[in-house]
Each structure stands twice: as structure tokens, then as C-alpha cells.
């Protein structure tokens, strides 16, 4: 009988931000066969980024369970994961590092096992920097999923150039697209016309550029009252995501005198999208998911077209353009064939089957005869013995994937002075990456 005939298809999540736990959690659904029941496990993987829970209620994602852990703690579940509790598959939704560390963990763990989940990775969005470095930290996953085919294109050709396997690269599309299609600008007395500006934590990176975008975005509001202007937040001060955010917006509103058609936005971006006329970014991943949609799209060259803004990535897309313009009222036309090549799909038919391949690897990966091979990253102590330990010790893991003396690795839930200690070293980093390091790097520029 088929595995949807007998049981659930278990699966575990492990992340270690916001935006991962979305992707992860999304990706697994759409790898399962629609005539399959999936049982979802979450596991936030504990540091600076870990999700708080107005965060995850924002994500809109649920699981079956979702827990906190340690790196070590979540290897020691995997250990003990056995007989119906044991998983079919595992999702790493973590920075390369950490997929580096647990692919060398779990290796150690399931080494003498005939039988272990199919290990699954990728990227939540745009791959616009440290190609090579993140793509070799995530070589060994038993599938590499990239978000689109020139993506794919370009994973096969680092593994290659190296002499690594790229067997497990897989295209598929991002998991979170969707929404209906843009219906076109609101009449007259229907509703505002709304430009949305997506902000990112970490682009630009510096109080003078920053300030700059925001002023830009209350001026087109001051030149254009009749519209709405949504300046759409990912976090809250003290909230980290996926990149750490030095300089919140929200602070640098407070210096300034906004008109009342400008607002700061929170929440889910696809609900934010369903009410947006014309979206702009410096290069975050909701230009993708706007483009799918057929919102109209823009990506910002005020501050240049530059690798360190990610903007690069956006060159052929039809979309980049200046506040400048915006104001005069230029609205781009995406490059069709750029749009297809990035895994945006703005028909939908595409996009439906953009997992089946995947599934497909996954069933087969399941079904090999005698059960899956051991788990064999690129990075080793030979290939790399002067980066790998490093990798592995962040995690509190030995070069040959055994916990280090000392490795926190408590299977029980944290108690009250736990708790509190652990809030206060969150809130002293915090303090110390939107308060102090500015004021460092500054007296470093004097």
C-alpha cells in the first residue's frame, strides 16, 4: 500500500529565524503529495534570532507541535525520533552554518542506522551574495532546493566546479507565493491608491541612506495626498529576523513630521499585498511575491545598483527605477522572460506544479532499496580543516559531530531563572547591536 494508505507523513522543521520557520514550514506542505496527511513538527533552533510569539502568530504557519532547542538538544530528538516517532523527513531551514553543523551532527547520530528522514535545504528568497559559501555549507543535504531555474542553473555549476555532487539540487519555486491576481488601480471613491515600500532589516546599511528612503517615501506622500504611503515593517525594535536591523525605522520616524496619508504597516505581506497598488523595495523578496501577483514593481536605484544592496540581482527584470521617476508617475513593465527564469509564475499554472519534481525525489529517496546513504557534506576535517571545527563549535559540536564538553543540551522546558537569564542576554545583544555598535562604528569614523 502506498505510505498516504498507512500513516501521516511525518516531518520536521528546524529553523532558526522567522522568515526560515515560514519557509520551512511552507516548504514541507508543498513537497507533500496532496493526497497526503503530513504530521508537522517545529523546532526554533535557540539565538539572537529566534522567533517570539508575536512573530510566529504573524507568519500565519501552524505545526502539529513547536518547541524551542538548543543544536544539541535537537540532535538528541533526532537520536531518540525512533520506530512510529521517527521522521520521513527533515527540512533544514537555517543559515549555512547551521545546516553545515547539523548535517556533520546528525551524521554522527544516524551512523549506524539503516534508515533516516530525507534531509532537505535551500534558501528563504534571492541569492544575491556568498554563493559559493552558503551553497558548499549545505552541500550533503540529501536535496538542495533552489527557487528558481536560474538558480538551480547556478548551484549545479559551484557543486561542479568543486568536484561535489549536485545530484541534490532540485528546482522548485518559493513557497510562499500565491494571492490573488492585482485587479487592476481602485476606482474613483473606492479605496486609496497604496504605495508600499517593503523595508529590509540589513539593506541599506547606515543611518544616512536609510534616513534618506524614508524621506523619500513621506515626500512622494506630501506630493501625492490622495494616496495611501505604507511604510510595511518587518519586525518591532528588540525583534530580530533573519538579518539583524541596527537602525529600525520606527526610531527614525520619531525625528520626523509624516503627513497623515503615511503609516507604518505590520503583519502578513501576502494581506498586505491583497491592498497594494504599487510596490517598492531595495531588493527584498517581496518584489517576487509582487510580481507574482502582477503588482506593479519597483526596485530602487537611488543609492546604485550594487552587489552590497542586493539590487544587482534585480539587472534584466524591467523593474529598477528611482523615486525620481515614481514621483512623475513612471510605473516599470517587467521583462517577461527575467520574470519566468526567477520562478514567478504570474499565470499560476506554472507555480501549481513548480514542487512536483521534488516531491517526486523525495518518494524515490524514500523508497531506495536498503535506505539512504550516509550523510556526506562537501567540508570535512580534510577538505577544510581550517574552517569546518570553527562551523561546528558555534554550535557547540566537536569536529567529528559529537556535542562539545559543556554543550547545553537540557530536554527539559527552561525554568523561571532559566527563563529570565535568557531574556536578559537577548535583550543586552539587542541593545548592543541597535545602540552600541552604531555608536562604535561612528567614533571609528571620526
Not at 296 to 322: I, Q
Not at 340 to 365: K, N, S
Request: glycine fraction near 10%.
Amino acid at each position: 500500500m502506498p505510505a498516504s494508505a498507512t500513516k501521516a507523513l511525518r516531518v520536521a522543521v528546524l529553523a532558526d529565524s522567522d522568515t526560515r520557520w515560514k519557509w520551512g514550514a511552507l516548504t514541507a506542505n508543498r513537497m507533500t503529495p496532496d493526497d497526503t496527511e503530513i504530521r508537522l513538527d517545529g523546532y526554533l533552533l535557540r539565538g539572537r534570532a529566534t522567533p517570539t510569539p508575536r512573530q510566529l502568530s504573524e507568519v500565519g504557519v501552524t505545526a502539529d507541535s513547536l518547541r524551542e532547542v538548543t543544536a544539541v538538544e535537537f540532535l538528541r530528538a533526532m537520536d531518540h525520533a525512533t520506530g512510529e516517532d521517527s521522521y520521513d523527513v527533515l527540512v533544514l531551514a537555517l543559515v549555512g552554518g547551521g545546516v553545515q553543523a547539523m548535517l556533520h551532527g546528525l551524521g554522527r547520530v544516524w551512523q549506524d542506522r539503516a534508515q533516516r528522514p530525507v534531509v532537505v535545504t535551500g534558501y528563504v528568497g534571492v541569492v544575491y551574495e556568498k554563493l559559493a559559501d552558503g551553497l558548499l555549507l549545505r552541500h550533503g543535504a540529501d536535496v538542495v532546493l533552489a527557487n528558481s531555474r536560474q538558480d538551480a542553473d547556478r548551484f549545479r555549476a559551484v557543486y561542479e566546479g568543486v568536484g561535489a555532487d549536485a545530484a541534490a539540487v532540485t528546482e522548485v519555486a518559493l513557497p510562499f507565493l500565491g494571492g490573488a491576481a492585482y485587479p487592476g488601480e481602485p476606482a474613483a471613491g473606492e479605496r486609496p491608491y497604496t504605495v508600499v515600500f517593503a523595508a529590509q532589516p540589513s539593506v541599506p546599511d547606515n543611518r544616512k541612506d536609510r534616513t534618506y528612503l524614508l524621506e523619500r517615501l513621506i515626500r512622494h506622500a506630501r506630493r501625492h495626498p490622495e494616496r495611501e504611503v505604507v511604510l510595511k515593517l518587518r519586525s518591532k525594535p528588540g525583534e530580530h529576523t533573519t538579518h539583524i536591523e541596527e537602525l529600525p525605522y520606527q526610531k527614525l520616524v520619531q525625528r520626523v513630521d509624516p503627513p497623515p496619508n503615511f503609516r507604518l504597516m505590520y503583519g502578513h505581506m501576502g494581506e498586505v499585498l491583497d491592498r497594494t497598488d504599487l510596490l517598492v523595495t531595495i531588493s527584498s523578496t517581496a518584489a517576487l511575491e509582487s510580481l507574482h501577483r502582477r503588482i506593479p514593481t519597483v526596485v530602487l536605484t537611488d543609492l546604485g545598483v550594487r552587489e552590497a544592496l542586493g539590487n544587482h540581482h534585480f539587472v534584466g527584470s524591467g523593474c529598477l527605477a528611482s523615486w525620481d521617476q515614481l514621483d512623475e508617475g513612471h510605473r516599470p513593465v517587467p521583462d517577461a522572460q527575467w520574470v519566468a527564469r526567477q520562478g514567478v509564475a504570474a499565470d499560476g499554472g506554472a507555480y501549481e506544479t513548480a514542487f512536483d519534481h521534488a516531491r517526486e525525489r523525495i518518494a524515490a529517496l524514500r523508497g531506495r532499496p536498503g535506505g539512504l546513504p550516509p550523510l556526506a557534506p562537501y567540508y570535512t576535517t580534510v577538505t577544510a580543516p581550517g574552517y569546518l571545527p570553527g562551523i561546528l563549535a558555534r554550535h557547540h559540536l566537536a569536529p567529528d559531530g559529537t556535542p562539545l564538553p559543556g554543550a547545553p543540551a537540557a530536554d527539559k522546558a527552561p525554568g523561571p531563572v532559566r527563563q529570565v537569564v535568557r531574556r536578559a542576554a537577548r535583550g543586552a545583544y539587542r541593545h548592543g547591536v541597535q545602540r552600541v555598535a552604531p555608536v562604535i562604528r561612528r567614533m571609528g569614523e571620526l
